[in-house]
């Protein structure tokens, strides 16, 4: 099975293609530094797929991290994503951030919480029993406290781990696109798959455009 698996809801992007049938699986990656991805995203895909001697066509599907995290990186790469699915005609495969720095704590079936700063004194928090998500959400510091004491807790943010240091997270690197694979792999076996048309960010949260509009005149009787 062939992937390409695309993360730009980080503060930096990256692609990677993704072959089960080599070892290792991960056959090529690019990282998009900083905010470029929206420049980048495309000719990096592009030519990844021409360096490999890929077709679009022949993907298993196309693998996108749809957040949370950065509203523009979200949205890039949700809206590349789709129309590489849609281009080639395979499948999609949307997968949450959370998971991902969950699954980079290598705990089994135990609980994992991942904990990601939202700003604004908020923070993206899931929690996740293996690959399995029990919850997400967008909590305050002292439901982070609650939720996740006494048990494993994930962040890849030194301010995260600074905030919640009372209750010892494991500080790892940002998870790269590749992560995304056995998430990947595990959906195909399932049958799992996005709606192209449906399938919206995962921002768990509104953005400033929604918080700040002003309500719209009451019609007049």
Same mark, same amino acid.
């Given at each position: 099975?062939?992937?390409?698996? =695309?993360?730009?809801?980080?503060?930096?992007?990256?692609?990677?293609?993704?072959?089960?049938?080599?070892?290792?699986? =991960?056959?090529?990656?690019?990282?998009?530094?900083?905010?470029?991805?929206?420049?980048?995203?495309?000719?990096?895909?592009?030519?990844?797929?021409?360096?490999?001697?890929?077709?679009?066509?022949?993907?298993?599907?196309?693998?996108?991290?749809?957040?949370?995290?950065?509203?523009?990186?979200?949205?890039?790469?949700?809206?590349?994503?789709?129309?590489?699915?849609?281009?080639?005609?395979?499948?999609?495969?949307? $997968?949450?951030?959370?998971?991902?720095?969950?699954?980079?704590?290598?705990?089994?079936?135990?609980? $994992?919480?991942?904990?990601?700063?939202?700003?604004?004194?908020?923070?993206?928090?899931?929690?996740?029993?293996?690959?399995?998500?029990?919850?997400?959400?967008? =909590?305050?510091?002292?439901?982070?406290?609650?939720?996740?004491?006494?048990?494993?807790?994930?962040?890849?943010?030194?301010?995260?781990?600074?905030?919640?240091?009372?209750?010892?997270?494991?500080?790892?690197?940002?998870?790269?696109?590749?992560?995304?694979?056995?998430?990947?792999?595990?959906?195909?076996?399932?049958?799992?798959?996005?709606?192209?048309?449906?399938?919206?960010?995962?921002?768990?949260?509104?953005?400033?455009?929604? =918080?700040?509009?002003?309500?719209?005149?009451?019609?007049?009787?």
């Amino acid at each position: 099975m062939r992937f390409l698996m =695309i993360h730009t809801a980080g503060g930096e992007g990256s692609i990677a293609l993704g072959d089960t049938a080599m070892s290792p699986p =991960i056959v090529a990656t690019e990282a998009l530094p900083g905010r470029t991805s929206s420049e980048r995203l495309v000719p990096a895909v592009r030519r990844l797929m021409m360096e490999s001697e890929w077709t679009l066509g022949e993907l298993t599907a196309v693998v996108v991290v749809h957040g949370p995290g950065s509203f523009t990186g979200v949205r890039v790469g949700v809206s590349a994503a789709k129309g590489f699915s849609d281009a080639c005609g395979v499948p999609l495969i949307a $997968v949450s951030r959370l998971a991902l720095l969950a699954a980079a704590i290598p705990n089994g079936d135990q609980t $994992v919480h991942a904990v990601l700063d939202a700003g604004r004194g908020e923070f993206y928090y899931g929690k996740y029993a293996g690959k399995r998500c029990v919850r997400e959400g967008l =909590i305050g510091a002292q439901d982070v406290l609650a939720a996740a004491k006494g048990e494993v807790v994930a962040v890849c943010e030194t301010s995260v781990a600074d905030e919640f240091e009372e209750l010892h997270p494991k500080l790892v690197d940002e998870p790269s696109a590749g992560a995304a694979l056995p998430f990947a792999v595990e959906r195909v076996a399932s049958g799992m798959f996005e709606d192209a048309a449906t399938l919206d960010a995962n921002y768990l949260r509104r953005t400033d455009a929604e =918080i700040f509009a002003k309500p719209a005149p009451k019609a007049s009787l």
